[in-house]
């Protein structure tokens, strides 16, 4: 196992093999994502998922709604793609405006288009070890450690976040009686009273907290794994602003036995995971 755990290779095998998979059946699953307004992350996510479901043979159509649109209105078009037998799948890109309710609007999306996996059902079944949708970035850092033989086996695996796309499903699923559970979990939050004695104690440190290079090499033990699935803006001297993780990578890489980098890490993986969920939710929809 290399010391730098790139995300680069794991992406492009996985969007080599959704490839090959559409092109075998002769399929193009859709994708609709419904973008609220005009924010420029948001937009660049989107038209980055356009170009590579085009190149692999999904087909990804992004529905523009003004920044305005009530929450009837949103319901109704979220049930019209839900009740378009050619839409496999539908997403709703954040951020969404303040006046949206969020949770009615995942309960509306058809659980079987939902490759979010917010809906509660989805949840339910990742929890229960049912077969369903895993949300995109904790399916990521699966991959990450199938591919890199990263045993999690009898593991402490300390996750620092619990968000519900990313923190709680995690834990769920390294719990798992499996080749990529067995895990013991400690999950920690913002009220979590001496973070850094967890951290410490971490086989696999995972950092999900949204805070830029929150996690400091005084916070890792030696031969530790550290997972960072942070992204976050900073500004930059030269190009204006750069992207970086939760954890200071340059200060805790010669200390830890294997490290993600930001960018080209989780990242990199969770947009090709994102596009395998609509590949399944196709497969589903389509079982006979
Ligand atoms: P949330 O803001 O929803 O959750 C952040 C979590 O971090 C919360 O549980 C919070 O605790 C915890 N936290 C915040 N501050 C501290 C602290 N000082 N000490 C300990 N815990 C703390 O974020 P997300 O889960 O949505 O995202 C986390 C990061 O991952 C972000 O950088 C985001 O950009 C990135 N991300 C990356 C993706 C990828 O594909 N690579 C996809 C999704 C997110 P509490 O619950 O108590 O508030």
Redesign the pocket.
């Known amino acids: 196992m290399s010391k730098r755990l790139s995300g680069k290779k794991i992406a492009k095998e996985i969007y080599g093999s959704i490839k090959e998979d559409i092109e075998l059946n002769k399929i193009t699953p859709k994708l609709v994502i419904l973008l609220i307004g005009n924010d420029p992350a948001a937009e660049y996510y989107v038209q980055n998922l356009e170009k590579k479901g085009s190149k692999i043979g999904i087909k990804v159509e992004t529905i523009i709604l003004n920044v305005s649109i009530d929450q009837q209105s949103l319901l109704k078009k979220i049930n019209t793609l839900n009740n378009d037998v050619q839409v496999n799948a539908v997403m709703l890109q954040k951020p969404l405006p303040s006046h949206i309710n969020e949770s009615e609007i995942v309960m509306q999306i058809d659980p079987g288009k939902d490759v979010d996996a917010f809906h509660p059902l989805n949840m339910g079944n990742l929890v229960l070890d049912r077969e369903g949708f895993i949300p995109c970035?904790p399916a990521?850092v699966l991959e990450l450690l199938k591919y890199y033989e990263i045993e999690t086996n009898g593991k402490h695996i300390v996750i620092?976040?619990?968000?519900d796309?990313?923190?709680k499903p995690l834990a769920n699923l390294l719990l798992r009686k499996s080749n990529l559970g067995n895990a013991t979990i400690t999950v920690?939050?913002?009220?979590?009273k001496d973070?850094t004695f967890h951290t410490k104690q971490a086989d696999i440190l995972i950092a999900?907290?949204?805070?830029p290079l929150f996690i400091k090499a005084d916070m890792v033990s030696e031969n530790a794994i550290v997972i960072d699935?942070?992204?976050?803006q900073i500004e930059d001297a030269k190009k204006g602003y750069r992207y970086v993780g939760?954890v200071d990578y340059e200060a805790c890489f010669e200390k830890v036995s294997a490290i993600t980098p930001v960018p080209g890490g989780?990242?990199t993986i969770?947009t090709a995971m994102l596009l395998n969920n609509v590949l399944l939710a196709y497969k589903m929809q389509n079982k006979n």
């Open positions: 970035t990521a620092v976040g619990r968000s796309i990313v923190g920690c939050h913002s009220r979590t973070l999900a907290i949204g805070k699935v942070g992204v976050n939760d989780i990242g969770t």
